[in-house]
């Protein structure tokens, strides 16, 4: 009995319900929707107009990229709360001193870093919405928590949870929206719940500023500001859990018929959907993977920048001169950027690809603005200019996790690429607030440097990595191509759960 006649065999044996997700006695080298297709009384409808696939792509906008944005939005405005905390008096009420509020910053990322590990574990196992919405409950409880610091250690903790439960928010949102798109149509919805980002930094400066003028000499604004926070959180961590689905196939608001057709449509992508086998000869696939080093290389050199940026904006335009109050405002036109950035490129990604020429397009703006930030030190207008240019750099990432979400396929190696990714992210987290070193102050020229040296260079490694995909592309070309044609008779090829490099009619996009 070959593969196919097993596992169909198995699954009229199987008790189970398909409206109950249970598929772990069916074929286990096939992903989950393959099967689900199969058994659709859909399955042998015809194909869907471009019309009505327009509509059934709005439908699922609007019902699951909101509620990534507002996770995205969270995630950063709890991340960056400390930024603000600083110049709202917390570096006082806790007596900190020296580098201490900057190995605060740091620590929250070595948590993330670390919890990345378990995170590419769980993720293969466990229905990933209910994974992202967990945590998100759990940080906005650590948010909260922060309320409560009354020295360096008790801060310490609470940062170190928060990277702990933000860890999962990444690689979830990138194997999320993943699975309802084609590679093209992905873009732009990575952009726009990304964008989350540069609202976070509009939100951070007004919900900072507000807190300000709050007087209460029993409890901190700062620490009112933390509990807001935390609470808010917390309710998008529930709305996340009960109204996020966890794969097209679990999606209440879509008929069977419009499950059928979602799923033969970003078929094309080869990438699956859910397998819960994990395959050893994937990790190992990964070690010797030259693309996903290149971006981890990338996201590292990116996420330096970013990491001085987000952490100690505010703390910059302060040093300018300017009041608390009036620091938290300023930094505001640094989300707008962020925004607009983001957009653009993923829309541009959309209609043109040339994912590495858009990346390099938001670095030179990176460029700019950190050798204004490093060398026109004697006028305050080109030092606010030079921290805004900055923040187009935070376009940079959204391309990597797009990038990395349709370049690796294999489940087993999807779940740990994106993982490894997301804990890049934060190494360069790691490496960036620690070049504000105290001696340093008030002009901290040498991470300003950094931020223009690591700029260019993540530019060249952008061209670099284009220059990779499109060599393993040719070779593939070259190869006589084994596989069969991809039809619609051919299903099992489209859900084979085989990697990038096994399967020899995938082709990256760059």
Not at 208 to 224: D, G, L, M, R, T
Not at 299 to 323: K, P, Q
Not at 357 to 368: D, K, M
Not at 372 to 387: C, D, H, K, W, Y
Request: aromatic share 12%; glycine share 6%; proline share 3%.
């Amino acid at each position: 009995m070959d593969n196919k006649s097993a596992a169909v065999a198995e699954s009229k044996a199987d008790t189970n319900s398909k409206s109950n997700g249970s598929y772990a006695s069916r074929g286990r080298d096939l992903d989950q929707a393959y099967w689900y297709v199969q058994e659709s009384r859909s399955h042998n409808e015809d194909q869907a107009s471009a019309s009505e696939l327009k509509a059934l792509r709005r439908k699922v906008d609007w019902r699951i990229v909101p509620i990534m944005f507002c996770c995205y939005t969270m995630q950063f405005i709890d991340k960056v709360s400390l930024n603000y905390a600083a110049v709202m008096g917390l570096n006082k009420d806790l007596k900190l001193k020296g580098n201490e509020f900057t190995n605060a910053a740091t620590w929250f990322f070595i948590a993330y870093l670390i919890a990345e590990v378990p995170n590419a574990m769980i993720l293969q196992k466990v229905p990933v919405a209910k994974w992202l919405g967990v945590n998100v409950v759990l940080w906005g409880v650590a948010t909260a928590c922060t309320a409560a610091a009354h020295n360096y250690g008790s801060l310490l903790a609470a940062r170190i949870f928060l990277g702990i439960f933000e860890a999962a928010i990444a690689p979830s949102l990138m194997l999320i929206s993943s699975q309802w798109y084609t590679k093209s149509e992905a873009a732009p919805r990575f952009s726009v719940w990304y964008s989350g980002l540069g609202l976070g930094q509009i939100l951070g400066g007004i919900v900072s500023y507000a807190f300000q003028q709050v007087e209460n000499p029993s409890f901190s604004e700062w620490k009112i500001m933390f509990v807001v926070l935390g609470l808010v959180t917390v309710l998008v961590g529930f709305i996340t859990f009960f109204f996020l689905p966890d794969t097209p196939m679990k999606a209440r608001f879509l008929s069977e018929s419009q499950k059928v057709v979602l799923l033969k449509h970003v078929a094309v992508n080869q990438t699956g959907i859910v397998n819960k086998r994990v395959k050893p000869r994937q990790i190992l696939e990964i070690l010797f993977d030259i693309q996903l080093w290149l971006m981890v290389l990338l996201t590292i050199l990116i996420s330096i920048s970013s990491g001085v940026v987000t952490t100690y904006s505010a703390t910059l335009i302060r040093n300018f001169g300017f009041t608390a109050p009036n620091a938290a405002l300023l930094n505001m036109p640094s989300g707008i950027v962020s925004i607009a950035s983001t957009l653009i490129v993923g829309y541009g990604v959309r209609h043109t690809s040339n994912r590495w020429a858009w990346l390099i397009a938001c670095c030179v703006p990176g460029i700019l603005g950190g050798a204004l930030m490093s060398f026109a030190t004697s006028n305050r207008g080109a030092q606010l200019a030079g921290i805004y240019l900055v923040n187009a750099i935070t376009a940079t990432l959204v391309i990597i996790y797009q990038w990395t979400a349709s370049n690796v396929a294999g489940q087993t190696k999807r779940v740990i690429a994106v993982s490894l990714v997301a804990g890049s992210f934060s190494v360069g987290n790691i490496i960036g607030p620690q070049t504000f070193q105290a001696k340093d102050a008030p002009d901290y020229i040498p991470a300003k440097i950094t931020v223009l040296a690591t700029q260019a260079a993540a530019a060249l490694m952008a061209f670099a990595t284009f220059v990779y995909y499109v060599s393993a592309n040719k070779r593939k070309d070259a190869a006589a191509p084994a596989e069969v044609e991809v039809t619609d008779q051919n299903e099992e090829h489209l859900w084979g759960d085989r990697t990038d490099k096994e399967n020899r009619s995938f082709r990256y996009v760059y």
